[in-house]
């Protein structure tokens, strides 16, 4: 191929092209752009001989990665990336360096990307647009998703606290807990979904003494036999109201309601399920259920100090407890006293 | 005169481009102009009686479409790597970069900037979030490319930083 035909495709295609020899020095191929002597009026030695570390800090940075695809010898070519540089205006020329290893030669070439550049910026532009507007629209599902929490679970609560206040527990309690049942399921590594279902659903293990006769759940003093069979059935009565549902919170809820009350070694009611049939938002809410049953003063019985409620919940576990979850229920005791602390002022601590 | 090189680092529309125009030409613009590649621009600064040159590296924005080149990093003296106060996931994403820009370079000195001070209304990471940062070590500036606010300051502060004062 004739020189003038290479000239003119070099200028076809908008590219300066330097010839790198041995020595690591470069040598202009074909004529000099326009474009390429407006931005590096000093780029070129006397002697057409030019270092392009010296026209940018861009190709001075270049120039390392270039080197070392030269020095492998391996037929191919590599890109710098797209840069910017402004000329003494401050108009802006968009160009990307490239090394060239052939069979004949190694070459540098510098490309004014123009047209191809302004299609890139385009397309990118339009991408990060729509990911703007994606993650505005994502906000705004959260947000709303969020809302539609506060309500079901302020509902759910409302319903429950017209059991528990038959039973003179307080609305404090049903919320510690949820707040209890959620930080052991954060420790399990479950998904935030799931930890907010739990949340909502925990407080409603109780829901079925809602049917519970006044004679039975009022009564002060020790229950006879038959009396605490009444009692149990509130299990039982409560996985009845919470069954059949569609909605994955509602469905944990009647887990937790029936099944709240089994225990590890299978002789807790009303199935008598043993170990890991018995569902796992149960167990974590036996857990939570018990401890705080434990700490708080009830009609029957004044609170326990720590001390003796951790000794209760260490010696049953494996026995009334999933072992694995009283582990877990010990390396979160510090949340456990803020939330244990909320008497029903003030903020629930959320953990 | 001393010359060093800093790279502007973070997600993409976080306003890199936009602290660099603010503290270089002192000009901003409402329009959203993503970034393709690297722009270069250079400002000399005084830290006490030390001139200094900056070499300010733009590089554009980590996103899915563009994935940041630490060939890029080569020898770079310090970084401002910027977030988003109204856009939460542009920390995580800050935060990750960070990892990859100490992995490549080793731990060189940088400044936390969250930017969009103008719109603190609208941020959606509180002062707990800020103090989490801080509690590393780091020094975290909020920034407000739109009205200058602590631009200057951010940019005096690594060049500080990087001359060990």
Redesign the interface.
Known sequence: MKDSTVHELFDLLNVFVLKRSDNGTFQPLGSIPEWFLHLFPEALEPDRSCAPEEWSPFLENFLFDANEFWNKNKKGRTFSGPWIEKDSAGREFSLEASAVCLKDGKFFVVENLSKAYEVQLKLLQVGRDNSLYNELLEEEVRKRTAQIQDREEEVALRLVSAAEFRDDETGAHIRRMGAYSAVLAKKLGWSSGEIDNIRIAAPMHDIGKIGIPDSVLLKPGRLTDEEYDVMKQHAEIGGKMLAGSKTRMINMAHDIALYHHEKWDGSGYPSGLPGDEIPLSARVVAVADVYDALVHKRVYKPPLSEVETLGIMKKTKGHHFDPNLIDIFLDSLEDFRKIAAYDGSGKLPIV | MIQK?ICMIGS??VGKTSLVSRFVDSIFSDK???T?????DKKTISVGTQDMTL?L?DLE?E????KF?V??L??TSGYLLVSDGT?P?TIDVALKLQQEVETAIGAVPFIFIINKHDLIDEW?INESDIDHLRSKGWEVIKTSAKLGQAVEEAFLTLGARMLGT
């Open positions: 090189k993409f529309a959203y102009i993503t393709v590649g690297v722009k270069i070499v590296w924005g996103d899915e479409f563009q080149r060939s890029y080569r020898g856009r996931n959606k």
